[in-house]
Nanobody, 114 residues
Framework: QVQLVESGGGLVQPGGSLRLSCVAS????????MGWYRQFPGKKRELVST???????YYPDSVKGRFTISRDNAKNTLYLQMNSLKPEDTAVYYC????????WGQGTQVTVSS
């Protein structure tokens, strides 16, 4: 069974940066469009960014210009570089497929606060 393990979260001041990583136990990245999601307390998960097999990316307006998604298929690893972080980015961040999802990992907490 595929396992997704996210890491890289933490506490950062507004304007700071973090780089999230997601490692999959199986070779799923080369087969699927992958994405980063986030979940605010009491809310449903929302899509933060996606990347296709060919490297085409998508960002909602809320993170466009600040977040960058990338992938290393050889390492089964997905990344999210987050710059110019805002308090409203505070959430638990997850990675998963987009058209096809796998069991959710534990996520990684990102807290943006002064």
């Amino acid at each position: 069974q595929v396992q997704l393990v996210e890491s890289g979260g933490g506490l950062v001041q507004p304007g700071g940066s973090l780089r999230l990583s997601c490692v999959a136990s199986g070779n799923i990245f080369s087969l699927n469009r992958m994405g980063w999601y986030r979940q605010f307390p009491g809310k449903k998960r929302e899509l933060v960014s996606t990347i296709s097999n060919g490297g085409t990316t998508y960002y909602p307006d809320s993170v466009k210009g600040r977040f960058t998604i990338s992938r290393d298929n050889a390492k089964n690893t997905l990344y999210l570089q987050m710059n110019s972080l805002k308090p409203e980015d505070t959430a638990v961040y997850y990675c998963n497929g987009v058209q096809r999802t796998f069991p959710w990992g534990q996520g990684t907490q990102v807290t943006v606060s002064s």
